[in-house]
């Protein structure tokens, strides 16, 4: 007997009920309406196409802008009993006429593929063959170039209806002001007009916009004073490690994650996180798809999001559990520029993208004509220091290449480094008897290498660290701390890519839509940029509302808990902060940081309180820095 949707709900997802819209959504999808859900971040989009896979006969087809999500999703489905797969295009992978050949004949119920592959002829010509039931766009804001993520080859998804004219298309995402949501529905080319839009605002959450010279200190201030887990998003890999050294040395439970951690090392952290193990996860943008974890109390940024739809996606997985939870945004007055240098001055130029383009097909040495489909290695600094390149707009210019089907550009992880002695073999005795980890590296490494001392070697970090039992952290701190005390110096090889042609090598030709885009993209990160830099700095409208009207929901009224003028009449501190502050003065002198260790205030109130009492003439600032009492 075939089971309902609640049946499969029930058996498959563990829900007895549906989030909002969710059943809506896929009973507009069973009826064979092209349907557009803005759903937000921890809505249950996927749901809304998996669930409704189990009830049609046939295939959903899912376009999905990111491998890692697919590889997520496609886990997700096998371990609960739903055949799934996605179109590899790595080099070990299986031949696309293989895979092409298991999705026509073998009873997948999903399977992903990229916006890319749908620009490949081939690809269409055979995917005719399988027996597709739904069409599901994720992501769907990249086909808009008003939208946050704008991506050229999601432009050209509708050559699918041409060889579906009949099935339904289901189009999903977090975010999309009324502008996108149009040009999505004129892109699908959607024969009806569903829309289902929760609503963006969150009634538990408080936008929280602090004014702050020391990021550091004032974020470990607010870990401290609030309970429950959070997430404290970064703009660099470097930013989310040094973040948690510092937080674990004055004693806050924390950990880094980021695209460089190992599958593995992801697991294991994602896990420590989710059972409370550790409290705080210092992340990149790479934390946070598929992850669902209802309790967590406290977002911080360190810098500004790239736009405003991002972060409003990052604050999303806040609070998912209903209950008061705060969003707190680390500003100081350099960072709106700071903004502009990183995703505007290396946006590449036209004449930047031709000499890139010509630069790599002459490094490989292509033809014309030629190149399509054939595997190639690049050594990224190789090729910039031959060509003279800088190499943050030649990485974009590569990026904008595979965004547009131009090449296919994966990264190739290295897993060895070059390791290097400087010190003498009695030096080396002398220090492995101190038994550290870092002494037992040194002892390895003259053990196992006879030509250690004469020469670089190359040794593998994971048989490294197998051997001695340290985790990857523990020898990247002790192989760091011998050459912070010379004896040794280690350098990791160039970053590599994977780079496979997608179309033949036409100078005139193959860049054109590459350069009539990037026009587009320019505009659009230009206009993304001013409006987040506006949003933080504007500080007599209720951020609420400013996210609601960015977009197109009409707000009820103000939220009466951020932090703009309009908002918040008292400034956020712990309870009898003044009396707190004035005793502690008493006590003994305090510089601003020793009071950001011993009390819980905003920035502005702490400087307002000061200037306060200075003019009162009931304390003095030291040559020190420090604030002392006077008054009697």
Not at 297 to 315: F, G, N, S, V
Not at 416 to 423: A, F, G, I, L, N
Not at 449 to 472: A, D, G, M, N, Q
Not at 554 to 571: N, Q, R, V
Request: net charge neutral.
């Amino acid at each position: 007997m075939r089971m309902n949707r609640h049946e499969l709900l029930k058996k498959f997802w563990g829900y007895t009920t549906f989030k909002p819209l969710q059943e809506e959504i896929i009973t507009s999808v069973l009826e064979g309406k092209d349907t557009l859900a803005l759903l937000p971040t921890g809505g249950g989009k996927s749901l809304c196409y998996q669930l409704p896979a189990l009830l049609m006969e046939g295939t959903v087809l899912v376009v999905s802008p990111l491998i890692a999500l697919m590889e997520d999703q496609v886990k997700s489905l096998d371990s609960k009993g739903i055949k799934a797969m996605y179109f590899e295009s790595h080099p070990k992978s299986l031949s696309l006429s293989q895979q092409l050949d298991n999705c026509i004949y073998g009873n997948y119920k999903v399977v992903y593929t990229s916006p890319e592959r749908l620009t490949n002829e081939h690809f269409l010509q055979q995917i005719a063959h399988a027996p597709i039931s739904l069409i599901a766009v994720d992501e769907a804001h990249c086909i808009s170039e008003w939208g946050h993520d704008f991506r050229p080859a999601y432009r050209k998804i509708n050559k699918i209806r041409v060889v579906f004219p009949e099935l339904p298309i289901l189009a999903l995402t977090a975010s999309a002001t009324p502008k996108v949501v149009k040009d999505i529905q004129a892109q699908l080319a959607f024969n009806s007009s569903q829309l289902f839009q929760q609503s963006f605002e969150r009634p538990n959450l408080a936008y929280k916009i602090w004014k702050t010279e020391d990021k550091y200190n004032t974020l470990a201030q607010i870990l401290k004073y609030h309970s429950g887990s959070g997430i404290v998003y970064c703009n660099t890999r470097r930013q989310t490690e040094h973040l948690a050294q510092f937080l674990s040395r004055i004693g806050i439970s924390s950990d880094f994650f980021h695209g460089g951690v190992s599958a593995e090392d992801k697991r294991e952290k994602l896990e420590q996180w989710q059972q409370g193990t550790i409290r705080y996860m210092m992340a990149t943008t790479a934390f946070g798809m598929g992850i669902d974890k209802a309790d967590v109390r406290t977002i911080i940024h360190m810098q500004l999001p790239e736009t405003l739809e991002h972060y409003y996606q990052e604050t999303g997985r806040v609070g998912r559990d209903g209950k008061a939870a705060k969003a707190f945004l680390l500003l100081h007055q350099g960072d709106a520029e700071e903004l502009k240098n990183q995703f505007l001055r290396y946006l590449p130029t036209a004449q930047e993208l031709k000499a890139t383009y010509k630069n790599l097909c002459n490094f490989f040495q292509i033809a014309y004509g030629e190149g399509v489909d054939t595997l190639f290695t690049l050594d990224f600094d190789r090729f910039c220091d031959r060509y003279e390149l800088n190499k943050r707009t030649t990485l974009n210019c590569l990026e904008q290449f595979d965004r547009e089907g131009i090449i296919s550009l994966n990264p190739v992880k290295e897993s060895y480094m070059r390791v290097k002695s400087k010190c003498s073999p009695a030096q080396a005795t002398d220090f492995i008897a101190h038994q550290n980890a870092a002494a037992q590296l040194l002892e390895l490494l003259m053990r196992q290498y006879p030509y250690f001392f004469s020469e670089s070697v190359t040794i593998e970090p994971s048989k490294v660290c197998s051997s001695l039992k340290l985790s990857k952290e523990r020898f990247k701190d002790a192989i760091e701390q011998l050459q912070h005390r010379g004896f040794l110096q280690y350098t990791i090889p160039s970053a590599h890519f994977n780079v496979i042609p997608q179309i033949p090598r036409e100078d005139q030709y193959t860049l054109k839509s590459v350069l009539e885009n990037s026009k587009v993209l320019y505009r659009q990160k230009k206009h993304k940029i001013e409006a987040m830099i506006a949003y933080a700095f504007e500080s007599n409208r209720c951020k609420r509302n400013l996210i609601l009207n960015y977009f197109g929901s009409t707000p009820s009224g103000i939220c009466e808990k951020c932090s703009s003028s309009t908002c918040s009449h008292d400034l956020e501190v712990e309870h009898d902060f003044e009396n707190k502050l004035v005793q502690l003065l008493k006590a003994t002198p305090h510089s601003i940081l020793e009071l950001k260790q011993k009390l819980y205030f905003e920035p502005l109130a702490l400087q307002i309180s000061l200037e306060r009492l200075l003019n009162q003439q009931k304390i003095k600032q030291s040559e020190t820095q420090k604030y002392y009492w006077i008054y009697e």
